[in-house]
Nanobody
């Protein structure tokens, strides 16, 4: 059993920054893929960034150069540093972990607005 709890969302002005955190409990290992997804109103959930156990990372084209995914395997945590935020980044952000099945957190709202 795996539980994922996100935190760090909120309201920020365009150009601002936020750091999302995801705390994982249960059988999460350093070689498990962990990722961040987001879902905006009326849109499908999309991959934002992913980190594999081997240390490689993947980013959506829309966030490359602005977002950074990182993980602390000693704390079973994954983070998403979001800089230069835009209104189109507004969405619910979900933490995702892949073990023998896919696990999701409850989501945290990020709103970018002036």
């Amino acid at each position: 059993q795996v539980q994922l709890v996100e935190s760090g969302g909120g309201l920020v002005q365009p150009g601002g920054s936020l750091r999302l955190s995801c705390a994982a409990s249960g059988s999460i290992f350093r070689n498990n893929r962990m990722a961040w997804y987001r879902q905006a109103p009326g849109k499908e959930r999309e991959l934002v960034a992913a980190s594999t156990g081997g240390g490689s990372t993947t980013y959506a084209d829309s966030v490359k150069g602005r977002f950074t995914i990182s993980r602390d395997n000693t704390k079973n945590a994954v983070y998403l540093q979001m800089n230069s935020l835009k209104p189109e980044d507004t969405a619910v952000y979900y933490c995702n972990a892949q073990t023998y099945r896919t696990w999701w957190g409850q989501g945290t709202q990020v709103t970018v607005s002036s």
